[in-house]
């Protein structure tokens, strides 16, 4: 079965700085999808960014970038110039491709705090 | 364009009873999924829907059961509740015949069982 792991249960990041979010998963497949949400508390999931593991180019998308190393099964989100908005909690998630069942196995989630 | 919806936002029920949350997928899409979150850790999946059938099922009793209608909305039911079903459940809807593979979630149902 797929695990999803995250061993931060709290961060903390100082406005405009940066900080990276840990995930490690273990699975036996080659092809499948991971996933960072985020989480707010207004307790809407919001995707904050996905890679396909087929692809070798790491994931960005504006401030939140991904680093993804396949063979090590680690899956870290990195954001840079952390804004007040940043602040929730991020969970890290992985799914097979649709054709296989796409339900999303998460983590137990990182708390994210952002001093001003 | 409208996200996903739930509905009730909050709701409170005794041991022993029935409940029902709805959802009402994002336009255009066709697969329903539906999690459960305890607090302070990560969403459980419950079960998936597509074409009116369940297609894919996690670890929970019989107790939870689901439907998906014509228009692909979505319930879930709960029988005989217990404490431990006290939770947020989320529901989250995806395109099957999109390549992307991203669930969009609905703000959830928060499920307080006394």
């Known amino acids: ?116 | 364009d409208a996200g996903v919806t739930q509905s009730p936002t909050h709701l409170i029920k005794t041991r022993g009873q029935q409940v029902t949350l709805r959802c009402s997928p994002k336009s255009g899409h066709d697969t329903v999924s539906w999690y459960q979150q305890a607090l302070g850790q990560g969403p459980q999946f419950i079960f998936q829907y597509y074409e009116e059938e369940e297609r894919q099922r996690g670890n929970f009793p019989d107790r939870f059961s689901g439907h998906q209608f014509p228009n692909y909305s979505s319930e879930l039911n709960v029988n005989a509740l217990l404490l431990g079903d006290s939770a947020l459940y989320l529901c989250a809807s995806t395109k099957t015949t999109s390549t992307k593979n991203i669930q969009y979630f609905g703000a959830g149902t928060r499920l307080s069982v006394l």
């Open chain 1, 1 to 116: 079965a797929q695990t999803v792991t995250q061993s931060q249960p709290e961060m903390s990041v100082q406005e405009a700085e940066t900080v990276t979010l840990s995930c490690t998963y273990d699975t036996s497949e080659s092809d499948y999808y991971l996933f960072w949400y985020k989480q707010p508390p207004s307790r809407q999931m919001i995707l904050v960014i996905r890679q396909e593991a087929y692809k070798q180019q790491n994931a960005t998308e504006n401030r939140f970038s991904v680093n993804f190393q396949k063979a090590a099964k680690s899956f870290s989100l990195k954001i840079s110039d952390s804004q007040l908005g940043d602040a929730a909690m991020y969970f890290c998630a992985y799914s097979l491709p649709m054709e296989y069942g796409n339900k999303l196995v998460f983590g137990a989630g990182t708390i994210l705090r952002v001093k001003s």
